[in-house]
């Protein structure tokens, strides 16, 4: 079946701009989740969804970032006012069930460069 | 705070060598979950491998073995007679029942196999 699919794959934007992330989880997976990874590191976790909702906001680093995934099904990561730092590989994750147990299942990720 | 630290920042072997690739962590909880996951140079992580903190049994899968250790906080990872398409970054990560239910996980170790 078909896996985790986000787009766009690479995304160039200036210092300054809105943008949007797209993830399309798999299909039946109640959870979603977004983690940042920068350069020579692991993923950082973001924000995970249980169904609609937000379970844990806390990862996400301040305000401009937000997330929605308003019928349980696709999500949307939005940046407002990029900046440098912003510059990442975002990546979507999906698992059947939000427990610890569930493996997740990654998507290929959006790198974002803010110039 | 739960912690996960791969130390070994690159590793290079010649191809049919053995490599353990060392992962420790740190977690409060009694109840958690240990993880390895592969992202090769394409860049989608790839999940490998499960382990609950309740079982110890190490596990073989062809090539691939998981030694799990509470006494030591470890979770290696052995790939016998290494193969060029083993090269990839290795992420160990963590994940418990209460709490956060995102993975954490350790900035990772890149595995060369050279022919």
């Known amino acids: 079946g078909a896996g985790v699919s986000q787009t766009p794959s690479n995304k160039v934007t200036e210092k300054g701009k809105y943008v949007e992330l797209r993830c399309d989880p798999i299909?039946?997976?109640?959870?979603l989740y977004w983690y940042r990874q920068s350069l020579g590191q692991g993923p950082e976790f973001l924000i995970y969804f249980q169904g609609t909702g937000a379970a844990d906001d806390s990862g996400l680093p301040n305000d401009r970032f937000f997330a929605v995934r308003p019928e349980g099904s696709v999500s949307t990561l939005k940046i407002q006012r990029t900046e440098r730092g912003d510059s990442a590989v975002y990546l979507c994750?999906?698992?059947?069930?939000?427990?610890?147990?569930?493996?997740?299942?990654f998507g290929p990720g959006t790198r974002l460069t803010v110039l | 705070a739960q912690k996960v630290t791969q130390a070994q920042t690159e590793i290079s072997v010649v191809e049919k060598e053995d490599v353990t690739l060392d992962c420790v962590y740190e977690?409060?909880?009694?109840?958690?979950?240990l993880f390895w996951y592969k992202q090769p140079p394409s860049g989608e992580l790839v999940f490998l491998i499960r382990r609950n903190s309740f079982d110890e049994q190490n596990e073989i899968s062809g090539r691939y073995s998981w030694n799990f250790q509470k006494s030591t906080s470890s979770f290696n990872f052995t790939i016998t007679a290494s193969q060029v398409v083993d090269s990839a970054v290795y992420f160990c990560a963590l994940n418990k029942d209460t709490g956060r239910r995102a993975l954490t996980f350790g900035s990772g170790t890149r595995l060369q196999v050279q022919p």
């Open positions: 299909s039946g997976h109640t959870a």
């Open positions: 977690t409060r909880d009694t109840t958690y979950y």
């Open positions: 994750a999906s698992s059947q069930q939000p427990t610890a147990y569930n493996e997740q299942f």
